[in-house]
Structures are given as C-alpha cells and as structure tokens.
C-alpha cells in the first residue's frame, strides 16, 4: 500500500515523482500492435525559438486528455512531438546574436553562420519541450523529432523533387511579398493587414505636348518613380479621346503610355491609375496585358536603386514619399490631399509593411494539389471541430493561388536545384551532383535559397516516422487520428498537411481537427508580453500546481469561443483539486479493512440503501456523458460534468449522507458504505486523470488492488447496467431538495447552526411519505433536526416559517430560536444599509460623464454591484415580510 494521503494537498510534492515515475515505466511509449487498434496524434510542432504559453497550454492539455484517455481505452496510443526548426525566427535570432559581437552573417559566409545557428539551437532551442514535461504532458519522447533532422530534412528533399518532376514545383519570375525586415519573400498568408490612418495623394501627370495633364491618386507616391503607364476605363468618357496618347512622368521625364483596362474603377479617385507593374499585382497583371515596361525601383530593403534619378538613389522608400511630395508641392503637381484610412499588409515576422517585388523565386502550382484536400472536408472525410472553419477553409482552397515556397534565408531546407556553371544545365535532385549530367563540368552550384517552413511542416504527419522509406510505423501509425491546433494556421499547416497526405500517401493525415480558441484576458485582449498580461505558465504551475492549470484553463475554454483569463479561473481550479484530496483522505480514513477484489464486487454488497443506489446511477450517467462529451471534443463541458459529480453529488452529498453509517452503523452498514465510497472513487479518479492527472495517480495507489496498474494504463470506466436506478435517483433528488429547503430557511431567518430544530412536514402522497420515514435519520443529521414529524394531515405548527418541495409543505418552529423583534429590527437595518449602497450606484451609472470616461472594467464592476444589491434588496424585503407574518 502506498503512503497515506497527506492532510494538505501539495502539488509539488507530487508532480515530477509521478512524472518521473511514469517515464521510468516507458508508458508514453508506443510500437505498433496488431493486436490493438492504433491512436495517434502528432504534436502541431512549436518553433524549436519558443517558450510556453497559455497557448500551449490549452493546445497541449486538450491533446493529453486525448491521449491519455484513449491509451486508458486500451488503444495503442502514440503522441509523437517534435519541434519546427522556424526559419526566419531562428535565423533572426543568430543574426541579433552576431551583431553583438559585431558581425554579420555575410561577413562568415554560410557555413560559418549555420554553425552559429546549431549552437544556438542545441543550447537554447528546445526549452519548451522541457516546459511542456511539466505541465504533464505524455508524449512518446522516444519519437521527438526536429524537422532539420538528417531524416526529416532528406524527407522535405524528396518531396520537392517529385513535385518538381510531376510539374507542380517551377521556377519563374513575379511579383511576391517582400519583407524588407528580413529580406525575403513571404507567403500570403504571412501577410497580416492593418488599418492605418493615411493620405490619398493627387498628382498631377502632364500630357505630352499639351497644357493639359491627368490627375491620378495613390497613397503609395514613392513607386511613380516606377510608372510605366497610366491606365483609364474604356468607357469613360472623360478620358476617350486621350486614350493612346503619352504623359510625361513628373521627376522622373519618361514618357508613359495612357491606355484602356477595365480593370480601372471609373468612380475611385480620378478615374485615372498610375501603374507600376512592379510593384503592385494588379499593376503587374495590367503591365502584362499591355507589354509595358517594367521597372523595379527598390533595393531588397526597400531603398531605392539605380533605377531612379540619382539625388533618390539609397533613400529609404518612406524618405523617399515625404521628397517627393515636397517636389511635386514645389512645382506645383501637386493636385490636393485628402485624409484616407485604408489597410497596409505587414510582414508577421518582420512587423513592417510589405513590398509587392518582382523577383525570381520558386513556386508551386496549386490547382491539381487542392482539389482532394477540398473535396475531403466538404465530405466529411475530415471533420472540423467546431464546424464553422469549414467553411473559412472552403473559401480559401476556393480562391488559392500558386504557392512561393522559397525564401531568402540560409537556416532551412536548402532548395535541392543545382545549376551548372558552365552550360547552364539544372539538376533537381536530393543528392547533390558531382558534375553536370549534360557537360560533365564539376560542381554545379546549389540554389542559395531556402524552402519555406511550411513546405517542410506539411509533411509532419509523414515524415516523423521514415517516410518515404518502407516504414511499419507509418503504415501503422497513419493516418493519425485527431489534430489539435490553432485556427490562425488553418492555411499555412492544415490545408497543406491535408494536400501533402493525399500527393505522398494517397490518404488523408488526420480524421478531426479541433481548432483552439484565442485566449484573451479579462478585457478581451489578446495576450502579449507588450501589455504585460501573458503570465508564465511555469510560475503558474509552481503557484497553483499543473493539474489545477489543466483544469482551470479547460473549464473556460468553450467551442469556438474566445477565452476570457484570469488567475481567479485557476483559485477555483485549485479549491476543486483540494477538494478531492479532502473526500479521498476522508473516504481512506474511515476504510478499516484492507481493500481486496471482494469490497469492489457489486454481488458482495449487502443492504444497498437510497443513497448507494443514488450515487452509483449518477456514476452511471456521468461514466456516459464523460466519455460521450470527450467523443464530441466538449473539452469545458467534460471538465464541468466532472465538477459536477465529483464535488456536488459525490462529495456534498454522498459522503454526507454515509456519515451516519460511518459513525453511527453497525459494521455491515459501515463496510457497504465503504466499498461503495471506494468503488465510486475509484472510477472518479479514471475520468479525472486525463484532466488532472498528478493527483489522481497518487489517490489511485490509496484505492487500487495489489496486482492492479497504475492508473495511466489501467482501463477507463463502463458503466454498468446494475447500477441502472432512475426511481431511486428520482427519490433521492426529492429528498435533496427537501434538505435544501430547510437549509434554505435556515440561513433566511439566521437559525444559529449550533440550534438544533423540529421539522414538521405535510407530504403530498404516500410515497413522499414513505422516503421521508426512510431517510429521516439521514435528513435529521444533514439539517441538524432531532425531532421530525410527516404525514399527509399535519397542521401548520403557530410561529413556524414555510416551505414548499414538490408540493409537499415543510414547516420550521422558530419559537424560543429566534428573538423574533431583533430579527425585524437587523433586518430593517440591513435593508437601510443595502438601499444606500443601491443608491450609491444608481447614481453613479446615471452620471453620464462617469459612464463615458471610467474604464470598461470599473463600470461593469458598477453593474454587476447595481445587480448584487437589487437582488440582495428583493430577498431581504421578502425575508421580512416572512417574520412580520409569522
């Protein structure tokens, strides 16, 4: 037998033995079974840059209630983990971590600075893998893998040249998201738009030999050193008869075509467009159509190049705006300027505005790829969990456009292209040449660019196993089962991984995909360490214990809702876990006989009473919803339906209603007690452990048999048709409320709890009856009463306050309880008190200035007292009005 329970609950006594305890044994581990059905997840990899979060935390609890209790329903279960090696994150990092010693990346040369970025990662990457041990996590730590291992990286490799040979991947210049932050292209979905107060700026484009000039307006004046053109709507006639003529680009002297494209919004500014083929994509699709010229006018960090006049060249592009304007003032091209709000594309990682670029970079065709991935939501192949994504991942696979899948980074997946230096011939392979295929010339050069994170992400599923290799794992192991991730990367993981599973494998990679909510503070914000509302989850679980975190953040994580967080979430969390500690050590304190297989056999127990059979049919009914809710991934709701058995029914009410038993009975009573007790808390502890599982690992050795498991791998509970019992649990809740009822009125005329008092009670049947004498030793102790008087003709007891439960009359004597003059006389007091304070905030919300100027949270604070005395208010007038008629 395990040692006893502690009379205080300490997690921290608790937690990493049983953690340690748990690796000892290789329980997280798994290989492939045949004689058992396979349940896997694949841990959505944090960037190897990364520290826990209330992200993670949500994300990762979710997904080892998930494991934890498929493992328990005997599945052979597998959560494989890892982490992405986060291209420009990583290669940020070493690049501030260089400039501290004062050199830059290309100052070592590539080599030297992937050096450099190993270092940094084997000694900083990866915290957050030890960060998520502590928070329970029970990974298959054997399976880790980093997506730039030797495997992992030979993976991404194979993938790009069979795409490349089946005429998905190209190369080819055009426009792309620029990120001048860190110099490279980005994909769209790495694009974030914000709004920002802006100008709509009018110049004026004279036409060649003419007074006259077009008006165009931008809010990007910087690119018409640039233009190449100036583009009208065929049908306007305002511009008709200049279509086919030239306007003399300001500053710049070059003569510009003025042509037609429907394309043009008559009604938007002047009707007139400046295009810039290379630096804007509708630009660009214009300069296309109308074989302009195009002209890049930037450097990759977005200063301006030699293709500008000389006094521009090396000006920064916003430097550049406020020049050029000036000039444009200055000679007097400059029509007005109109106040103008509109949304500017962010690079996410760089955090500055993106630049439409013209560059050679290397893509991949999406049409054919889409189509299975799009065609295995709609049809229910893959479900989304809530399902309202679908329709989001719909309209984007809908409306995808080519993928840009290169980066201009050196921390990555080096593009496998070779080029020969001499003839000019291109090798794609995962090997490198030792010379060219065509002229045997030696050493073609490899592509400087990297692929994008996610096109080695999208093979997770995969390439954590031995993919493309012939794998038992894989075959095993795929398609996984459920996903857990965060909606924002529904595109740049999801859809991906989905295309990736059906191109490699012909299959999809997962069944579910549960999408996590944004977790927000009290105020709605997200968090951030910028408004210094995102607590540490470590110091989080040294404060309240991981299994209160788990717990806590689960029973305020609804589907498809926002999460509002406060640290009060987890003080509830904590009282919860306390609160099992308690029952348990209670329950183990009254057990004297040591537990054997007969205490848990229901065909052993003798004289079963109302309360047994009450318990035993909510086991039943919450065994069900549990598991039922954990199906339909109902997170919050399973965390509640556990709340509500375990703290309410089982604690609050069973075990009170045992005492007398406990106490009082004879020893058969005491011992069917006892095995009911246990035998319920130890299906508690089943359900429990996937969200707590420290502490209900600890209590499982108080409760489990000699040759049973530990409680990670011991089997998840049945319920059982025996314990079947509607009438007794509706019996059961009648007398519940009964007891309320006189609890109720006991706090509403402020019996002393120390008094004890008489009930008498005017049942409505026979039945009701018929319980009250049954239970009446168990009502007696739970409401402290020691003379109680049913019958279906009792009269109503003079100085008695009332009560009424399912149209049985209960009355309480108060004579000789009670002073029944000071009773009036605190009550009018505290009825003065309530409605000054009442008053107080009335007033205050009808001050429109204090209303308008407060912050949010101290009016609701306002309101939500303006309710708290209203309601006070009502039941202490009501509770006086009662001792006035008594």
Known sequence: MAEELSKRYDASSIEDKWYQHWLDKNYFHSEPNPEKEPYTIVIPP?????????????????????????????????????????????????????????????????????????????????????????????????????????????????????????GYIYRGKRLVNWCPATQSAISDEEVIYQERNSHLWYMRYPIKDSDEYLVVATTRPETMLGDTGVAVHPEDKRYKHLIGKHVILPLVGREIP???????????????????????????????????????????????????????????????????????????????????VHKVGYSERGNVPIEPYASEQWFMNMTELVKPALAAVRDDKIKFHPGHWTKTYEHWMSNIRDWCISRQLWWGHRIPAYTCQECGEMMVQVEAPSECRKCHSEAPKQDEDVLDTWASSWLWPLAVHKWPEEDEDLDYYYPTNDLVTAPDIIFFWVARMIMAGYEFKGDIPFENVYFTSIIRDSKGRKMSKSLGNSPDPLDLIKKYGADALRYGVMLIAPKGQDILFTEERLDVARNFMNKVWNASRFVLMNKDFDLTAEHLNPDKWQDLELADHWILHRLNVTIERVTKLLEDFSFDETARALWDFIWNDFCDWYIEMIKIRLYDGTAAQKQTAMSVAIYVLRDVMKMLHPYAPFISEEIWQQVKLPDEPDLIITSWPKSNTRFHAPKEAKQTDFLKKVITAVRTVRSEMNVPPSHTIKVVGRVHSKVQLDILTRTQATIGKLIRSEEMTFGLDIVKPEFSASAMVEKMELFIPLEGIIDLEKEVQRLEKEIATTKGLLKSVEAKLANKNFVDRAPDEVVIKEKDKLEHYSESLKKLEAHLETMKAL
Not at 276 to 295: A, Q, V, Y
Not at 309 to 320: K, W, Y
């Open 46 to 166: 944090p960037n190897v840059t990364g520290i826990l979060t209330l992200g993670h935390v949500l994300n990762n609890t979710m997904q080892d209630i998930l494991i934890r209790w498929r493992r328990m329903q005997g599945r052979e279960a597998c959560w494989i983990p890892g982490t992405d090696h986060a291209s420009i994150a990583t290669e940020t990092k070493v690049v501030s971590l260089l400039r501290e010693k004062g050199l830059t990346k290309h100052e070592i040369g590539r080599d030297e600075f992937l050096k450099h970025a190993v270092e940094w990662k084997d000694k900083y990457g990866g915290i957050i893998i030890e960060q998520l041990k502590k928070l329970g996590a029970s990974c298959d730590w054997e399976r880790e893998r980093f997506t730039m291992d030797a495997g992992y990286y030979k993976a991404v490799l194979h993938a790009f040249v069979e795409l490349y040979e089946a």
């Open 258 to 340: 003025i042509f037609a494209d429907e394309y043009v919004d008559k009604d938007f500014g002047t009707g007139c467009v400046k295009v810039t083929p290379s630096h804007d994509p509708n630009d660009w699709e214009m300069g296309l159509r109308h074989k302009l010229e195009f002209i890049n006018i930037f450097n990759e960090d977005a200063s301006l190049n030699n293709h500008v006049p000389g006094h521009f060249i090396g000006l920064d592009r916003f430097e550049a705006r406020e020049v050029i304007i000036e000039q444009l003032q200055e000679l007097g091209l400059m029509e007005k300027i109109e106040e103008y």
